[in-house]
């Protein structure tokens, strides 16, 4: 029997609509890479987190439901001791907790007492880039060998998901700009995603949608360290060039 709210310790949303389908869900298929190609779809997946009570029997967004990976990015405490609910549906899963990763004192570096919570989001995306040898190894090991589709997420599927889908898009040779303009997508779904976040009790009912958007100028220096060579970060993190070979070549039709 699926998860209720009360199950879930989630407060009552009364008037939301229907919140049981992931908000920020997409297939990057399609895209066009810089040689001419294109990307696969069913492939690679990227959402905000599932949750246990989801409508998923037919595939949120149309999708071919479910993955036959799932990479989430949340800690551990963001479950809050439930187990991830694709589990039960036979996914196979692989923690990379992101923030956990980052040391507290690099967090909380030169900021003031009141202003010690998180860093600039340019700053954090910058972050993880540079402990790519934590979880970039596990990522693309994943995305090339695991069981597909891959579905990435971490909590609303924008920030430590975008930079970790950017990553991986711009390693199999998808342009930059495509790349960006899959990123700002969060903004077309912010409506939705805001009420997915109030029904896991991390936004206020009411709470301005802005808030949950991105902005590109975030991601940008991020995608200005891939320009030269977007497997850089890889390599320095340890990830070989067979490994990332088999994730363009599984991701990409004709490479």
């Not at 507290?104 to 700053?123: C, N």
């Not at 970039?136 to 998901?161: E, F, M, N, Q, S």
Request: aromatic share 2%; proline share 10%.
């Amino acid at each position: 029997m699926p998860a209720t709210r009360t199950d879930l310790n989630v407060p009552d949303t009364g008037d939301l609509p229907d919140v049981r389908h992931l908000a920020n869900l997409r297939d990057v298929g399609g895209m066009p890479t810089v040689d001419g190609l294109r990307t696969r779809p069913g492939v690679l997946w990227r959402s905000d987190a599932p949750l246990a009570d989801d409508a998923t029997t037919h595939g949120p967004g149309g999708l071919a439901w479910p993955p036959g990976s799932v990479i989430d990015l949340r800690n551990p405490e963001e479950l809050d001791g439930r187990p991830h609910p694709l589990v039960a549906l036979r996914s196979e899963l692989t923690p990379l907790p992101l923030i956990q990763a980052l040391a507290p004192e690099v967090l909380m570096r030169d900021a003031p007492p009141e202003s010690r919570q998180r860093r600039g989001l340019d700053e954090l995306y910058m972050l993880l880039l540079g402990i790519g040898e934590a979880w970039l190894p596990a990522l693309v090991r994943v995305a090339a060998h695991g069981p597909g589709p891959l579905l990435v997420h971490c909590a609303a599927g924008k920030d430590r998901t975008g930079v970790a889908v950017a990553l991986l898009l711009r390693a199999a040779g998808v342009p930059r700009d495509v790349v960006a303009a899959d990123f700002a997508a969060t903004n077309d779904h912010r409506v939705a995603l805001r009420d997915r976040l109030v029904l896991q009790g991390s936004a206020a009912p009411g709470a301005d949608p802005e808030r949950v958007g991105v902005d590109l100028a975030h991601l940008e220096p991020v995608l200005d360290q891939l320009d030269d060579d977007p497997r850089a970060p890889f390599r320095a993190a340890g990830v070989s060039d067979a490994d990332l070979d088999a994730w363009r070549a599984r991701l990409v039709e004709g490479a």
